[in-house]
């Protein structure tokens, strides 16, 4: 099971009530953080994400409003006791903001292990599963992420009767791990299903994101303005407008779409998700605090 | 008159509900910011504090729960349009400071003044008063800062009558200022009482403090420990125990005392507040949003 939880939906500031936009993807307690703006830390605390158990924080782009929360956060894991390294993503220049930051952060009592430049690299492996950034169109370099969590192919306990294999290592070839010199693959059926969580945001509509989020469980995505009243801004300023994030959504076939990244003007996300809801029906309107449970299909 | 608002009262870590020991002391709509930690700028928002009309923020040190919301001012104070000086002052480092923050938040539209090592300069002049800082007892250099409002003597009608003064001048004269040719202490009695916000955090009791808090209208202390149990932490890290705030706060006769930075481990203030109490009775517990209007004497 996976628990996406969105820790605010604001963007550019923080507002009593409306933190910056962050999501949290926990699998069994242990999270992955995407983007940390100012106040962060205190929404995980009050959404009942625990900061302790922070397995990697993956930023998207370096304006104020997605890392200001940085150096709070890492001194608070400081005070909870980590030692544990914490691995963190983003796009070129991640070397050079942590390094800044730990000017007036550090020291702290544990390593900090960058992966710059992620939307060119491989599938970060987290959480059981895997993270995998990709290019998104904002006004600097910037970063979206896909966290998928695999699922083994169907147990098949006839053939591993027929094998010889003892019952008590039925289990661990089952989540997919050798065990007593068997391997998974000859007792599994082809891999199944498994759960996807994307989070897009600060970006136009691209066609890597839309590839990215494609059949995707849950898509967050760069929701600044409200109608296409606003397409002129969105495009001068690298953001979206909600009815190119229901097309979008529509157009990569996505189960869920929560709106987040309000611009600090929509006071109301009523008109903004009904002009996205036009395009893609399921479309939800993000809030702090919003949580979802995603299992995977029944078979 | 002077509004002093309490915008946090937590040390170390924001909390849900506590936002990190900060204090705005407004005159005319317009505010010196004490200490700035991660979400300062959303409780000023919260509590009606202008984060476009701060004239100065005054930094008591470099610890992170006082200064990580810094660079997120800063932006919003940009966001906002402020093209003014944003007056800086606080201990050695401030310099090394501002520029490390600024690799992450900068450029910005406004210039920032400094004022280093502010306990051995003279006092700032700002809000139509003066700042003056003052060496506390911590783990790392720290300053707490004294503000007064000064009230200038009683005007003399018959005084300005009989000197021929046109009594559309009169007005300028009782502010303290020369008008046509003529000089306030050629009309004025001598100055009166006026009205002085101490505020000092985070800090062991000390000599400074104490004549820095003489006589004072408010005093805003750290009181990060409830009780003398607490006594040998208090002195390794560098704090005060409630029972030594009461104890300071009498001695100094100040008018009110507000406790304030509570250690994250104090979920209620009420056995701090009772055992300052049996120093001080007129102690209050602080709460973010604690808010009060000073006004001169009546004379």
Known sequence: MLTATLLGCGGTQPLPGRALSSLAVTVGGHSV???CGEGTQVAARRFGVSVYKMAAVLLTHYHGD???GLPGLWQTMAA????EPLLMAGPPGLEQLVRALLCVAGPLPFAIQLAEDAAKAGPLPVLGGTVQAFPLRHRTPCCGYAFTLPRAGRFN???????GIPVALWRTLQQGRPAGGF???QVLG???RGLKVVYATDTRPCGALEQAARDADLLCMDSTYPTDEFLAKAREYGHATCPEVGRLAAGAGVRRLWLT???AAVTDPAPGLAAAQAFFPAAEAGFDGKQLQLKF???
């Open 80 to 83: 909870q006791g980590r030692t």
């Open 190 to 192: 082809p891999p199944r």
């Open 33 to 35: 953080l995407i983007d």
């Open 66 to 68: 997605h890392i200001f």
């Open 183 to 185: 391997q998974p693959r």
């Open 261 to 263: 990244h309000y611009s």
């Open 157 to 163: 306990p006839a053939r591993a009767r027929a094998l």
């Open 297 to 299: 299909d029944e078979e």
